[in-house]
């Protein structure tokens, strides 16, 4: 089983950069899609930014040219790079793997979340 950590979170003024890690361990992450997700309170779950096992991205509207997944398959390891960060980005962030068989079976883990909070 994928166990995923989420690290680089923390408090930034407006404006200000930061950048998320999400380590994985379980083997075979290369293969996985992985993904940010973001929770603000009272809020849904939201996609903020997805990376396929090819280098594909796709990100939320409201992350368009802000913010940056990437992924270093050596490490194991994704981040999530936020530029501009303005206060309706503070949530929780959630690093995910996803992963759709062939034969029909999914995989999906999740971390624990990092907080991000963006204030003055």
């Known amino acids: 089983q994928v166990q995923l950590v989420e690290s680089g979170g923390g408090l930034v003024q407006p404006g200000g950069s930061l950048r998320l890690s999400c380590a994985a361990s379980?083997?075979?992450?290369?293969?996985?899609?992985m993904g940010w997700y973001r929770q603000a309170p009272g809020k849904q779950r939201e996609l903020v930014a997805a990376?396929?096992?090819?280098?594909?991205?796709n990100y939320a509207d409201s992350v368009k040219g802000r913010f940056t997944i990437s992924r270093h398959n050596a490490k194991d390891t994704v981040y999530l790079q936020m530029s501009s960060l303005q206060p309706g980005d503070t949530a929780v962030y959630y690093c995910?793997?996803?992963?759709?068989?062939?034969?029909?079976?999914?995989?999906?883990?999740w971390g624990q979340g990092t907080q991000v909070t963006v204030s003055s």
């Open positions: 995910h793997a996803g992963l759709a068989l062939t034969d029909g079976t999914g995989y999906d883990y």
């Open positions: 379980g083997s075979i992450f290369s293969i996985y899609v």
């Open positions: 990376i396929t096992s090819g280098g594909s991205t």
